[in-house]
Nanobody, 125 residues
Framework: QVQLVESGGGLVQAGGSLRLSCATSGGTFSSTAMGWFRQAPGKEREFVAG????????DYAAGLKGRFTISRDNAKKTVFLQMNSLKPEDTAVYYC??????????????????WGQGTQVTVSS
C-alpha cells in the first residue's frame, strides 16, 4: 500500500510561483511512475505532468511545459511540481498519483494506482 501526502498549495497572485511536494510511504518508490493532476470546480481531472521511475523522463500537458517542472528525489521518496508564472486558470485542487512498477508515463487517471488527498492552489488576478 502506498500513501501519498501533498503539500505546498496556497493562495498566490498571478505571475507568482508555488512548489508542490508529494511525500510517499510504502511501496517501492524507485519503481513507481509519478504524476500530477488537477481538478477545477465543475471540470474533469486533468493531467498536468508525469515523471518516470528514474526521473530521467518527464511529460507535460500541452501548454504547461516551460511554466511547470516536475522532479523527484528517490532517496527522499518525494516528487515535486514547481509552478511558475501562475495564471488564474491554474486554480484547482492538485493531486499527485502513483503507478507502481511502471516504466511509462501515463496521462490517464485510470492508469494510476494510488492518489493523494489533494492540495488547493488558488491564483488571484
Amino acid at each position: 500500500q502506498v500513501q501519498l501526502v501533498e503539500s505546498g498549495g496556497g493562495l498566490v497572485q498571478a505571475g507568482g510561483s508555488l512548489r508542490l511536494s508529494c511525500a510517499t510511504s510504502g511501496g517501492t518508490f524507485s519503481s513507481t511512475a509519478m504524476g500530477w493532476f488537477r481538478q477545477a470546480p465543475g471540470k474533469e481531472r486533468e493531467f498536468v505532468a508525469g515523471i518516470n521511475w528514474s526521473g530521467g523522463v518527464a511529460d507535460y500537458a500541452a501548454g504547461l511545459k516551460g511554466r511547470f517542472t516536475i522532479s523527484r528525489d528517490n532517496a527522499k521518496k518525494t516528487v515535486f511540481l514547481q509552478m511558475n508564472s501562475l495564471k488564474p486558470e491554474d486554480t484547482a485542487v492538485y493531486y499527485c498519483a502513483a503507478e507502481e512498477l511502471s516504466l511509462r508515463i501515463s496521462s490517464k487517471p485510470g492508469d494510476y494506482d494510488y492518489w493523494g488527498q489533494g492540495t488547493q492552489v488558488t491564483v488571484s488576478s
